[in-house]
């Protein structure tokens, strides 16, 4: 029953060591994103795909990538983790059913970064 | 910016109603009022959203002020497993949602 699955839930990487953290999804929604939180802070957005459009927020360090090879997956790239990057890596898809401003999130469990 | 203002912390009994309330003054006319929560090492799920009128689901109510300058979110018995932080975002659609801190939900058995 899962819709959005996020592998692995924990991933601890060392400092500079690049990691990819998964998302995958079965609702068959053409927006994913991905978001960043850290302890006791909100969500913030990262960066998120329109199909393959890629759109980047503007804060976004370079250090953060991603990838949507299709439909279902998209993947987190950070090429050096520093400390500061230790979070919870949220992803999250819509569908745009009913128009932009009615649409609704569907949230992954999210994945815990901790960086060594 | 989030441009919603909710308190940092709430507390509610057991199966009482509770009423979290969000303050957005500078709404714009067809921005919609979406409400999220997150729940402890869950990520955030939808709860409701509306736009001018009052809203009802299986989860929660959307009380919208006549001006639109405010909105309730309205859980009518709270349960322990209602425990989270709950989000009021303005959503004009334009652009990814924008979380705000959000209300810390304790519910006390």
């Known amino acids: 029953d899962a819709m959005v699955i996020q592998n692995p839930r924990y991933q601890v990487t060392q400092f500079g060591k690049p990691v990819t953290l998964s998302c995958s999804q079965t609702l068959n929604h053409n927006v994913m994103y991905w978001y960043q939180q850290k302890s006791s802070q909100a969500p913030k957005l990262l960066f998120h795909?329109?199909?393959?459009?890629?759109?980047n927020e503007a804060d976004t360090p370079d250090n953060f990538q991603s990838r949507r090879p299709n439909t279902s997956f998209c993947f987190l790239d950070i090429r050096s983790p520093g400390l500061g990057d230790a979070a919870m890596y949220l992803c999250?898809?819509?569908?745009?059913?009913?128009?932009?401003?009615?649409?609704?999130?569907?949230f992954g469990p999210g994945t815990r970064l901790t960086v060594l | 910016d989030a441009k919603t203002t909710q308190p940092n912390s709430m507390e509610s009994n057991e199966e009482e109603p509770v009423h979290l309330p969000c303050n957005h003054s500078t709404i714009s006319g067809t921005d919609y009022i979406h409400w999220y929560r997150q729940l402890p090492s869950q990520g955030p799920e939808y709860v409701i959203h509306g736009l001018t009128s009052n809203v009802n689901n299986r989860m929660a109510s959307l009380a919208i002020a006549e001006d639109r300058k405010s909105s309730t979110l309205i859980l009518h018995r709270a349960t322990l497993r209602d425990a989270a932080v709950y989000y009021c975002i303005r959503y004009s659609g334009n652009t990814p949602l924008v979380f705000g801190k959000g209300t810390r939900l304790s519910v006390i058995a």
């Open positions: 999250a898809t819509s569908g745009l059913e009913g128009g932009p401003r009615t649409d609704t999130q569907y």
């Open positions: 795909y329109y199909d393959k459009d890629f759109n």
